[in-house]
């Protein structure tokens, strides 16, 4: 993870985004995607991702990251480079298994990252992506934007799904 400081600059919010500020300001699953090479796009549904990444871990972190605070959110950072690692039907189905036999209400926040970090345990794991490569990559996108810092696809929106999001 110590090749991940490289990102730090980079920051997790709630929600989607049309597209990243300078500060980077997307979901997870957004800068996973950038991450992984693919052009910058919104996530409001995981179905929407490139078939590379792992749908049933793809849903966990699209769920930790709304979820978590801002200084939480900033944990799954390292995960970013981790998330395309789609696999057979039987492991997305086991992954899926997994997930729901872990993955509790009222969980802490760090328990879910272990729920996150067991269920990336199974099966293929992402490709090693080089650090000089994702950093150009991320730098791009934020060197890009016009905005000081990204604001959330749909405010209305976003702050429905907060208020109504259960606690976990």
Not at 32 to 45: K, L, S, T
Not at 82 to 102: F, G, K, N, P, S
Not at 128 to 134: G, M, Q, S
Request: aromatic residues 8%; charged residues 25%; negative net charge.
């Amino acid at each position: 993870m110590d090749t991940f400081d490289h990102i730090l600059s980079w920051k997790l919010k709630r929600g989607s985004h049309a597209f990243p500020g300078k500060d980077g300001g997307t979901c997870i699953n957004e800068a996973a995607i950038v991450a992984a090479g693919f052009p910058y796009q919104p996530v409001r549904a995981v179905e929407t991702m490139p078939a590379c990444f792992s749908r049933p871990i793809c849903s966990l972190a699209l769920l930790l990251n709304d979820e978590a605070d801002d200084a939480e959110r900033q944990l799954l950072l390292p995960f970013v480079i981790r998330l395309a690692c789609a696999d057979t039907r039987q492991v997305e189905w086991e992954r899926e298994v997994y997930i729901t036999q872990h993955l509790r209400y009222r969980m802490r926040f760090q328990d879910r990252l272990e729920v996150l970090e067991g269920a990336l345990a199974i099966g293929r794991q992402a490709d090693v992506l080089a650090t000089d490569e994702v950093r150009s990559r991320l730098d791009a996108v934020q060197q890009s934007a016009k905005a000081p810092t990204s604001v959330a696809d749909h405010f209305k929106f976003s702050k429905i799904k907060e208020w109504l999001a259960p606690s976990l």
